[in-house]
T-cell receptor, first 115, second 113 residues
Framework: AQSVTQLGSHVSVSEGALVLLRCNYS??????LFWYVQYPNQGLQLLLK??????LVKGINGFEAEFKKSETSFHLTKPSAHMSDAAEYFC?????????????FGKGTHLIIQP | DGGITQSPKYLFRKEGQNVTLSCEQN?????MYWYRQDPGQGLRLIYY???????QKGDIAEGYSVSREKKESFPLTVTSAQKNPTAFYLC????????????FGQGTRLTVV
């Protein structure tokens, strides 16, 4: 069974500061990893994903994440926060056994941007 | 534009009534999913379907039912057996191939009074 842990249900940063959202996973097989963003009363939008190859993945809106197998982590970063980044962020994992049985999501991190 | 359409966006029902949430996709995806979202709980999988006329229970299927008669459509019925149905429901689809991401609809907020 796979699981995802997002450290911190709420993270607050100042506008212009570094954003770091933490995600650790457990999986019995090499995982595929995803970060999604959700704005209030909206669906989820894919920010980035890791499947194979380069462990540093760049996504939309200036976000990036690094897959670290030894740490079973996939933390999301952005060098400079913008007010529009305020949203809920979800880390998700899918194992390589098959892609059709759904993603396993973390509980989410609410990112707050202070002016 | 290709995408996933959920309707309605807001739904109110009286306790004890069944209610059906609509989900349609025009992405030609094989796999479709229903998730339930509660504050602080993340997304939990209710049902998923990999092909037409076939579906599997997810982690929290009790009190819910689905059908998949067409590739584009995957309606979810919240039955009176669901003890706490008030939640935000998200439908998603994917190509169903390993490593592919899911695409989400805009969600339906169901309130049972």
């Amino acid at each position: 069974a796979q699981s995802v842990t997002q450290l911190g249900s709420h993270v607050s940063v100042s506008e212009g500061a570094l954003v770091l959202l933490r995600c650790n996973y457990s999986s019995s097989v090499p995982p595929y990893l995803f970060w999604y963003v959700q704005y209030p009363n909206q669906g989820l939008q894919l920010l980035l994903k890791y499947t194979t190859g380069a462990t540093l993945v760049k996504g939309i809106n200036g976000f990036e994440a690094e897959f670290k197998k030894s740490e079973t982590s996939f933390h999301l970063t952005k060098p400079s926060a913008h007010m529009s980044d305020a949203a809920e962020y979800f880390c998700a994992v899918s194992d390589t056994g098959g892609g059709a049985d759904g993603l396993t999501f973390g509980k989410g991190t609410h990112l707050i941007i202070q002016p | 534009d290709g995408g996933i359409t959920q309707s309605p966006k807001y739904l109110f029902r009286k306790e004890g009534q069944n209610v059906t949430l609509s989900c349609e996709q025009n992405l030609n995806h094989d796999a479709m999913y229903w998730y339930r979202q509660d504050p602080g709980q993340g997304l939990r999988l209710i049902y998923y379907s990999q092909i037409v006329n076939d579906f599997q229970k997810g982690d929290i299927a009790e009190g819910y039912s689905v059908s998949r008669e067409k590739k584009e459509s995957f309606p979810l019925t919240v039955t009176s057996a669901q003890k706490n149905p008030t939640a935000f429901y998200l439908c998603a689809s994917s190509r169903g191939v390993t490593g592919t991401e899911a695409f989400f609809g805009q969600g339906t907020r169901l309130t049972v009074v």
